[in-house]
């Protein structure tokens, strides 16, 4: 997150510091989290939907190496084409989305949804493809439905003392 607002804030040798950082962790967790998956069993129900969190570093990664950079080049498309594909991967699973309560869990959805968004609205800037621009638009309405569904469904689980609640 760093070199999004740091390129115009901090020295060029700190934001690709961060950068470095981040994505070498990004791959570390990432890993981590497939052997949790594949070899481990079933993740509790309220943890399934921090899954989508995957789908954000690549998103920023994409936006911070552009803003280094000042251009695209195929490391960028990369990261954008990682995240693009980890947010299909996580809309095909909408069917065990749909079988599991709500918990606050739910607003992990919210964060990756806008990272991608402004990757693609990045993206439509340095292309000007149209296609990207009405993907953009396309994320943005989901992102604003999905925020409004969480605000709805927290604040029903808080009307019903379903928040907070010890296991």
Known sequence: MVPVAGVAHAPVFVNWFFFSVGLF??????????NRLIFHHPMPDK?????S???APPAIGFISY?????HLDVFALGLYSLALFLFLFVCAQWRL???IHFYLSWWAYSF???ALDLATVLYFHKTGLIELKMLSVLLFFGLVFLVGVLSVLTLRAMAGGAICVEE
Do not use: S
């Not at 962790?25 to 497939?34: D, E, K, Q, T």
């Open 25 to 34: 962790f990004w791959v570390l967790l990432f890993a981590v989290l497939l």
């Open 47 to 51: 943890l399934i939907p921090t899954f």
């Open 53 to 55: 969190i995957l789908m």
């Open 66 to 70: 552009v803003k280094l950079k000042g």
């Open 97 to 99: 989305f749909r079988k």
């Open 112 to 114: 990756p949804l806008a």
